[in-house]
């Protein structure tokens, strides 16, 4: 007989399902296997255990001297994981064992509990103390691991993808705000006494609504993350033609025209006249100018004319077919998926998707400038 069924368990344990059934689709549907999807599906299956005993303990089915896994101490180790896996670092595996000894740990002392070694009331005070210090620690670590990434890849570089880490430090604040009410709901209960489960209810409810977003926004991103390499993996596109627009020659246009095009440096989101005036040591107004008195455009519809030229070329390809008109706007050398969709339609009076599915024979009708 069930002792305490509510509404509030009942939450928490459709977000314990949730995170079943998502983890299982990550270890077993094909598309979805990665080395970052594997290390999401186990922060989520950890997250998902961790309720479910808790959710079990406080509906009465398991009583609190029962075994438990400290599950909540692989969480951040595995996200950790799949962060440095979605940033394109490899873990050495001596790492990797390091990451999951406090939970080694913590299953000795369980056992030790259930043969009576240790008191089940000293058992979950230890378990709650090492759970919760380990995981403000880890959580430090990985926004150590994002900030490093972010002062590593300030510079373009063509053979590498650089990721989009907002949503990380999203998921990160999360964490954090769970932690303190987490590390404030065992000093309360410490500090009155009061045993009632029922003080964990907005920490769990808080996991449910994590394990969500972490599930899907974690394989959106590390899907276009993948969709993206397999993008610039692929073999050189055929080089476009010079454009039929008459330039007037100068010999630093002609150097800045190379750099930008044939270097394909419009494939660097961060590139701007500031750049190129460091690139050619001049100021960045003089830079302005030649380009302005060459070609009549401004720099800005300079390059992004190469960038909507590159878009076109792989939303026309059917290579690329399977990949996402997103992963195609940011290899193509946009910032955001707004980015793209307002420069693109600018230049073609139509959205990517239009362009997508319109003729070969429309593209006479656009407005190319180079």
């Given at each position: 007989m069930l002792a305490n069924v509510n509404i509030w368990n009942l939450i928490i344990f459709i977000g314990v399902l949730h995170g079943f059934l998502f983890s299982g689709v990550l270890f077993t549907v094909k598309k979805y296997q990665s080395t970052a999807n594997k290390f999401l599906a186990y922060t989520v299956l950890s997250l998902a255990i961790s309720n479910l005993q808790y959710c079990l303990l406080d509906a009465g089915v398991i009583s609190n001297n029962a075994f438990r896994l400290s599950t909540e101490l692989l969480i951040v180790p595995m996200f950790f994981l799949f962060v440095n896996s979605y940033l394109q670092y490899r873990t050495p595996v001596k790492y990797t064992v390091l990451l999951i000894i406090p939970f080694v740990f913590s299953l000795i002392i369980s056992i030790s509990s259930l043969i009576g070694l240790i008191s089940g009331e000293s058992l979950n005070v230890?378990?709650?103390?090492?759970?919760?210090?380990?995981?403000?620690?880890?959580?430090?670590?990985?926004?150590?691991?994002?900030?490093?990434?972010?002062?590593?890849?300030?510079?373009?570089?063509?053979?590498?993808?650089?990721?989009?880490?907002?949503?990380?430090?999203?998921?990160?604040?999360?964490?954090?705000?769970?932690?303190?009410?987490?590390?404030?709901?065992?000093y309360y209960a410490l500090s009155t006494g009061n045993t009632g489960l029922y003080i964990y209810y907005p920490l769990w409810i808080g996991i449910s609504f994590l394990i969500y977003w972490i599930a899907y926004v974690g394989v959106f991103k590390s899907h276009i993350l993948t969709e993206r390499?397999?993008?610039?993996?692929?073999?050189?596109?055929?080089?476009?033609?010079?454009?039929?627009?008459?330039?007037?020659?100068?010999?630093?246009?002609?150097?800045?025209?190379?750099?930008?095009?044939?270097?394909?440096?419009?494939?660097?989101?961060?590139?701007?006249?500031?750049?190129?005036?460091?690139?050619?040591?001049?100021?960045?107004?003089?830079?302005?100018?030649?380009?302005?008195?060459?070609?009549?455009?401004?720099?800005?519809?300079?390059?992004?004319?190469?960038?909507v030229e590159k878009a076109k070329e792989l939303l026309k390809n059917p290579d690329y077919n399977k990949y996402t008109i997103v992963a195609v706007g940011l290899e193509s050398g946009f910032k955001s998926k707004s980015n793209f969709y307002t420069i693109f339609k600018k230049h073609t009076n139509l959205t990517p998707s239009e362009y997508k599915k319109s003729p070969e024979s429309f593209n006479s009708s656009e407005n190319s400038t180079l």
């Open positions: 230890i378990q709650e103390n090492i759970s919760s210090g380990y995981t403000l620690i880890l959580i430090g670590l990985v926004c150590y691991r994002v900030w490093l990434y972010k002062k590593s890849t300030k510079e373009f570089s063509s053979k590498r993808v650089i990721v989009q880490t907002k949503w990380i430090k999203q998921i990160l604040i999360i964490g954090l705000t769970l932690c303190v009410f987490w590390i404030g709901e065992i390499i397999e993008i610039r993996n692929k073999k050189t596109l055929t080089i476009r033609k010079r454009s039929q627009h008459k330039f007037f020659s100068t010999a630093l246009f002609s150097k800045i025209d190379s750099f930008i095009k044939e270097e394909e440096n419009y494939l660097n989101p961060n590139m701007n006249l500031a750049v190129l005036a460091a690139e050619f040591d001049k100021s960045s107004s003089y830079i302005s100018s030649v380009i302005n008195k060459n070609i009549d455009i401004s720099f800005t519809d300079y390059i992004n004319i190469f960038r």
